[in-house]
């Protein structure tokens, strides 16, 4: 069952439900021009870093080669400390340059592929979305458990110039919005893949970002390692590693330097980005229903943080909720009725900021006066988006096992996994498990 004629007539009334093309959202020149020039300096911070690298590489060398007739002029413990310890700090300086190069990203797990004959119905409506916003088909469709969707490239940078793209959907989303709101975060997505030029220079931009946040507040076990020595060690030796740890404190002084320039660069840009995909989701599902995703995300969000800390009270007994995006749907029953008046309230957005603030994304999307594209069923949109989805309950199951595993890295050998019941933890004793809930806890 992996064609749109095997699909059962109610599967076909939902596609069939969604009807023409938006209006294209076209990018300026200057604009598609600016991105280019943004993008360009984006990767003129890095190489300045590895200038930086070969340089200090290139003092190193130039001290353990041409000064050795320090041995000469001085006694010989007073040319081994000036000798020695430059030579020291500077190799381990140049070690804790270099090491952020290849630093690996922290994942949250990976997201579930998803696969065209186990979702038939998905497949063929995010097409269908597809098509209606201009935008080339995504090659693969996945899924995890974050109140969020995304656009992106497969394979990163091995897929920058051809058409292997991603999209990834958060199954909290989909269980807890219409099939219309669904629909228009589709678009929304798709809005990036239609700019294909913008969205190869975003994705230089974020890289370039993430990379520099990263190296500049990610630490992994050499850098306790560096503290652990200098505080243990006695003497001239610690007085030599103490100037390391200066000296690369001072390095990453320099590189968040150079991520606050790439941050600058790019803002603004990343911004009218976001605006743009926001007209696409305005056009295909209306400027009022886009008003309506916004304050359902306004509380979908804090939902979500909810949720997980629901899961620490049932965690703390040896079991878990088996169904994390119902979880948040529960944490989200009834909404929150300041959410609009929150709105209404002015919120600038920051000259820092990579997003517009909410009110400038609905104010933006409402002086699109969009109605969205008509629907051939009346009532269609309103049903839920987990519509789309082949036994949707099942999928969310594995998903939130994959989410427990993976994410948050807990041994479910020792936790149960059962149905939430009314929102709050089972009465039943249960031997407590201990702890808090956070990555890493119960491996």
């Not at 959202?25 to 890095?46: D, E, K, Q």
């Not at 090659?139 to 394979?155: K, L, M």
């Not at 709101?181 to 294909?196: D, I, K, N, P, T």
């Amino acid at each position: 069952m992996d064609s749109v004629d095997s699909l059962s007539s109610q599967h076909q009334e939902i596609l069939g439900a969604l009807q023409g093309r938006i209006e294209p959202v076209a990018a300026s020149p200057p604009y598609r021009l600016a991105l280019l020039v943004v993008a360009g300096a984006m990767l003129v911070l890095p190489l300045l870093y590895l200038a930086l690298v070969g340089a200090l590489g290139f003092g190193v060398y130039r001290h353990a080669v041409h000064n050795l007739d320090l041995f000469q002029a001085y006694p010989a413990r007073i040319a081994l400390f000036f000798y020695g310890a430059p030579l020291l700090v500077g190799v381990i300086l140049l070690f804790f340059m270099v090491k952020p190069i290849f630093a690996p990203q922290v994942g949250f797990g990976a997201p579930l592929p998803l696969r065209r004959q186990d979702q038939p119905l998905l497949f063929a409506y995010v097409e269908k979305v597809c098509r209606a916003v201009g935008s080339p088909l995504p090659s693969e469709i996945r899924v995890n458990c974050q109140v969020n969707a995304w656009a992106g490239f497969r394979r990163g940078l091995r897929s920058l110039f051809g058409g292997d793209t991603t999209l990834t959907v958060g199954l909290p989303l989909a269980a807890n919005m219409t099939l219309r709101q669904f629909s228009g975060v589709l678009a929304h997505e798709f809005g990036h893949f239609s700019q294909q030029a913008g969205m190869r220079m975003s994705y230089v931009i974020r890289s370039v970002n993430g990379w520099f946040t990263r190296v500049v507040y990610q630490r992994d076990q050499w850098d306790e390692a560096l503290e652990h020595w200098s505080n243990e060690a006695g003497g001239w030796a610690s007085l030599i590693l103490f100037l390391a740890r200066f000296f690369v404190w001072l390095t990453r002084k320099l590189l968040w330097l150079l991520m606050f320039a790439g941050h600058l660069l790019s803002c603004v840009l990343l911004r009218q980005m976001e605006f743009d995909a926001d007209r696409h989701q305005a056009r295909l599902a209306g400027s009022s229903t886009f008003t309506a995703t916004m304050l359902r995300l306004r509380v979908l969000i804090p939902a979500c943080q909810t949720a997980l800390a629901s899961l620490q009270e049932s965690w703390n007994q040896g079991w878990l909720a088996d169904d994390f995006a119902r979880l948040v749907g529960l944490a989200a029953a009834g909404g929150d009725p300041g959410c609009e008046r929150q709105l209404a309230v002015p919120e600038a957005t920051s000259w820092l900021d990579t997003h517009p603030s909410d009110q400038d994304r609905i104010a933006s999307a409402r002086r699109e006066g969009a109605q969205g594209l008509p629907e051939a069923s009346e009532g269609i949109g309103d049903l839920p988006a987990t519509v789309l989805f082949s036994d949707f309950e099942e999928l969310s199951r594995l998903v939130t096992k994959r989410f427990y595993r993976d994410s948050l890295l807990l041994n479910l050998e020792v936790l149960e996994l059962r149905p939430w019941v009314d929102g709050e933890p089972d009465e039943q004793p249960l031997p407590s498990y201990g702890g808090t809930l956070a990555a890493g806890a119960g491996t």
